[in-house]
């Protein structure tokens, strides 16, 4: 089962970084903020490594305050090729819940295959030129992307990371999961303070 511990550092990190003071031992995310969650779902992820993600992603989003005026997510599933299971659309319907959210996660494919972190990214970067919110209505932008590290081309990633970073300003936060490549996950993620990983 995943350690509590990270969840609540990913939150309070999404929190702090938007101008948020997390009280109490379990921080709540009350800030207005478009989230995208990066999974990575290739064969070099093992089912526990990929289980253990996804309860990850299922505590993050049951402290977060969903909706059109508060917290957005997106959802990027990949391997070789991407799926957008989740999109920042599905937080408007009038059917939507947070269980539902939770549901959705709980079913994400293991796609296995390859490991195209930088389509992925890059992926991200295209949801968030095309469907972020705009700054001047006050919304951040955080991504939080659960991988090994083992993609197939370091450079390529360590590429597309640079840019969504400086084309979209989103602070990217790194999840190590199964035998990660922490120079990987560094080169990811926005600042070295934003690497976390999960024990196997």
Known sequence: MLSSKITILILSLLSLSN???AQGELPKC?????LIIV???SGSISQPDFAK?????KSLVSLLKIGPKKVMITVINYSS???IPITFA???LSTFSIQWLISKIATLQHMQGGTDTALALLEAKRVCDTTCRSFNEGVARSVVVFTDGQSNSPSETAKQAAALRSTTQVNIYAVGIGGYNLAELKAIASDPNYVFTMSN
């Open 19 to 21: 101008g948020i003071i």
């Open 53 to 57: 993600a996804i309860d990850a992603m």
């Open 30 to 34: 009350d800030n207005i903020l478009d």
């Open 39 to 41: 999974l990575d779902s």
């Open 81 to 83: 090729n991407v799926q």
């Open 90 to 92: 599905d937080m408007k």
